[in-house]
């Protein structure tokens, strides 16, 4: 089986990320063949900083590197490395609906922060984030829930695709999403309405991947608890909620547990429990990055080994697809070496 995920080298990567994705990634490892993609040219859609994205890269590159993607048994590149991406970008957007992306709800919340220029790149955020599945024929895409409607869009063009190209053939796999059952979407501590957020959030809500212990444990400590005092979940209490879940993500247990365990105790108690497990669960992470980050030289020649192994099989699946499109000459017959 193939699994393929994508993460942006925006910002500073937080909890969220990390038990929503990062993880899952992970442990995808021993189900299939992994394919994890910083994607740079996703996000250069909103307003960013040349010098800054490659950093971000590396900075990216050396969290899914210490949360334990091991570029033995995985394959870890830099999306711009793959010029397939952007090719197949182009041509699935032929069987791409504009209205459904001018629907997207991305494209609305970040079209309408957008001060300036709105560039048209952000409205075709979808399409790339499709191309980049389907030029690996994927079958699985681990994922946070607020990635279910780019999902959903993405199997949607595969099956145009193939109902328009395929001649009764699935040229393109049309992939599942794998959303975990816990933590799926870490909300804000401060905020616990929203959810976890490089851009959207608060600094004192979000706990970043990178944090100080003495940082994490000061931001759990301070979220936002509900009225009542009864540790459980209820739609009546997001705060105490998110933090259930999280003290289940964190501990892979599952959050019934987690209320069975501390039914007698108060909200300050589960705080401090939270707090304690996140710093245990992140400070081996934190330290592992520490030591990768400082070789750039040998980042890069992660990622462009695994551009190398990435480009083999887009470029079938690209000449696949011009191939059924009518694009391009005909198909030079493979020469086996
Ligand atoms: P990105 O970079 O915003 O987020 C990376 C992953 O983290 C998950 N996530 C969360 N999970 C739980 N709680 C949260 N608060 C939370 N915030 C973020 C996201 O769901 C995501 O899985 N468009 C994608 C990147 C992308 C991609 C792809 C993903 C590009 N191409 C192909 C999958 C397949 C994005 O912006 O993720």
Redesign the pocket.
Known sequence: MRI?????PTGRK?L??Y???IVQYVSSQDRGEGFF?I?DL?AITVAYDPAELRQRTYDTTAILLAAGLDPARCTLFRQSDVPQHTGLTWLLSSVTELGRLQRMHQFRDKSLAQRELVPAALLLYPV??AA??LAYRAHE???????RE?LELMRDVARRFNARFGDGEDVLVVPEHRIPQV?????DLQDPTR???TTGGSEQGTVYVLDEPKAIEKKLKSAVTDSGSEVRRASDKPGVSNLIEILAAVRGSDPAAVEAELAQARYGELKAAVATAVVDYLAPVRERYERLRADEDALEQILSDGAVRAETIAAETLADVRERMGVGGPRRARTVT
């Not at 393929?4 to 942006?8: A, D, L, P, V």
């Not at 895409?141 to 990635?147: C, I, R, W």
């Not at 933590?183 to 909300?187: I, L, P, Q």
């Open positions: 393929f995920s994508g993460i942006q937080h969220g990320n038990i929503g994705a993609c994607v996703h790339l984030q980049d599945v895409v681990p994922v946070g829930e607020d990635q780019h933590g799926a979407r870490v909300m959810k976890m957020s």
